[in-house]
């Protein structure tokens, strides 16, 4: 009895917090710096800054495949493959989780991407950040859509700016209410044809439609507290998905996990696949959580005041659907029945490209791992449209390589590869999907992976208010580069993509006003079992048009906050 005693002591801490992402590795940071214990459960293995990233200056003609996709590589990722060697190739493959290990069950189209281990997909993300405005957290009340935000901008905002301190935002301010500027450092240059392009779309459109560089989680100007953890400037070579080396872009592995480490509260466990969270039913709180290591098969049970479940959008709701017990026989945090549903994720795959005649004689420096921006425009003011909400667009210029035949080979091939050929102009677009009940995710009855955790079930598809702005999507691409002189002008829209691809996943146990409608309240508890904390993407009530992850991390700031209040409080 001893053993056991001094077993669940060994396994205590104050805080336990679920995966190691862009959120999990918030957590962990904000509540190590708040003087707590805490230890952190990575269901992948370790990743190391720097040293894991073991082809981040590996010229691609030095690889075997030359960074492309191999048969081996579509097998292990057959859903996550198939455009191509975007995003998994030979360079980064070790990062993401492949299926086998991750089975899920797909009644209708989704692409599962999931990271695979310390860092999770923040070695992996996009790197846009923007600030949410009251258009988003009001829109459902005003339209009538699903529920109303139980938060609104005044509430976020702070958050916002103690994130963007610490991350490293370059961007442009520009003033709008519904695209509220962050706490920016120097933004990335434009090139000459962009900065053309901007000049031209202000003469059609004025302030109506408004041509930005992208606002990225890059560090142009470093801090000292950056500096103080090793991180530099963006040196411009476009290589993010290797692993950044330089800390350059923010992930968890370059910034909040050597700050949590630094305060010496931080445990990490990897290689700890959590099966459920261990609810008490005595006292109506949570009082650890049910691990399998994943190369042993060996479980082990730790304890926390608090648990912050960060495993990812769909792995947390996973984790909570099979978290059984006689007060939640339908999963942890389930009375009101809507655990799973109301999932969400932009859709793309929509926009246009075409070539720019003349700029032959500039260039510009570098591979800049940042594109131009433009904020959504429609159903904006007196701009009304027949379907709610609207999108954005993201893209910019470049050059070519000079190649003029297909028949080039020896001296002129290498002369032809060195020098610039003509320009080109892209735009992409990420429209906003609303949240439908019917969207869901659910653990089957039978099926289950090899650590005996019910597969997930995927149900969900994009509906006629997505497909109608889908139009205006690739229109709207088409029509802005004809106004600003582009030619050979190729508009593209995927047909019928499936959820998933944008890898933008959201809703599934999301925050609210009423427990009978909502698996969370404002401050991302848990209605009734108030010492557990959902701070990444399932906790969405709507999706926006702009990116998410800036805005997981300032709830997860905030919540975090809010639970050491509570803590000192007695209140957990």
Not at 201 to 217: P, Q, S, W
Not at 472 to 498: H, Q, T, Y
């Amino acid at each position: 009895m001893n053993l056991n005693l001094k077993a669940v002591k060994q396994n205590t801490f104050d805080a336990i917090v679920i995966g190691s992402g862009v959120s999990g590795g918030w957590a962990a940071k904000e509540l190590c710096e708040k003087g707590l214990k805490v230890l952190m459960l990575e269901r992948g293995p370790d990743h190391k800054h720097i040293e894991s990233y073991t082809h981040a200056l590996t010229d691609p003609w030095d690889l075997p495949h030359h960074g492309q996709i191999t048969n081996e590589l579509k097998e292990k990722f057959p859903y996550m493959t198939s455009e191509g060697a975007y995003p998994i190739n030979e360079t980064n493959d070790q990062f993401w989780l492949p299926y086998q290990d991750s089975p899920y069950i797909r009644e209708k189209p989704f692409d599962w991407y999931r990271g695979n281990g310390t860092g999770g997909k923040s070695l992996l993300w996009g790197r846009m950040v923007f600030r949410w405005s009251d258009l988003d957290f009001e829109a459902n009340l005003k339209e009538g859509v699903a529920i109303d935000w139980p938060i609104r901008y005044r509430d976020i905002k702070p958050w916002y700016e103690k994130v963007e301190r610490f991350i490293g935002v370059s961007g442009e301010a520009l003033g709008l209410d519904h695209f509220p500027d962050s706490i920016f450092q120097p933004p990335m240059e434009m090139n000459c044809v962009e900065k053309a392009f901007k000049l031209k779309l202000k003469e059609k459109y004025g302030d109506k439609r408004v041509f930005t560089i992208g606002r990225v989680a890059h560090i142009t100007d470093a801090t000292e507290e950056q500096k103080s953890l090793g991180r530099s400037n963006c040196q411009y070579r476009n290589a993010c998905a290797k692993g950044c080396p330089y800390g350059a872009y923010f992930s968890t592995n370059s910034a909040t996990l050597p700050a949590a480490m630094k305060t010496g509260n931080l445990t990490l466990l990897t290689d700890a696949v959590v099966t459920h969270i261990i609810y008490d039913d005595k006292n109506k709180k949570a009082r650890g959580v049910h691990v399998i290591d994943s190369n042993t098969k060996e479980s082990q049970e730790y304890f926390s005041k608090i648990v912050f479940l960060n495993a990812s959008t769909l792995g947390s709701t996973q984790i909570l659907l099979n978290s059984i017990s006689d007060r939640y026989p339908n999963g942890l945090g389930n009375d009101s029945g809507v655990l799973g549903n109301y999932l969400m994720d932009h859709h793309s795959r929509v926009g246009a490209s075409g070539s720019v005649e003349g700029f032959e004689d500039e260039y510009y420096f570098g591979r800049r791992a940042n594109g131009i921006f433009i904020p959504r425009f429609r159903n904006i003011g007196s701009d009304k449209r027949d379907y709610l909400r609207g999108f954005d667009f993201q893209g910019g210029a470049s050059r070519n390589k000079g190649i003029k035949s297909n028949d080039s080979f020896g001296v002129q091939f290498k002369n032809d590869m060195t020098s610039p050929g003509s320009w080109q102009f892209q735009i992409t677009s990420f429209g906003e999907c609303l949240p439908y009940k019917e969207n869901r995710v659910y653990l089957h009855e039978s099926e289950k992976d090899q650590f005996g955790i019910p597969k997930l079930v995927f149900n969900a598809e994009y509906k006629e208010n997505e497909y109608k702005m889908r139009v205006d999507m690739k229109n709207d691409s088409a029509e802005m580069l004809e106004d600003c002189g582009v030619k050979n002008i190729r508009s593209f829209a995927k047909e019928n993509p499936p959820l998933g691809l944008s890898k933008h996943e959201m809703g599934t146990a999301r925050m609210g006003r009423d427990p009978k409608t909502s698996v969370l309240n404002s401050q991302n508890q848990i209605w009734d079992c108030k010492n557990v904390f959902v701070t990444d993407g399932a906790c969405m009530v709507s999706s926006s048009y702009v990116n998410p992850s800036l805005t997981y991390m300032a709830l997860t700031a905030r919540a975090s906050a809010f639970a050491v209040d509570e803590l000192k409080k007695m209140n957990l």
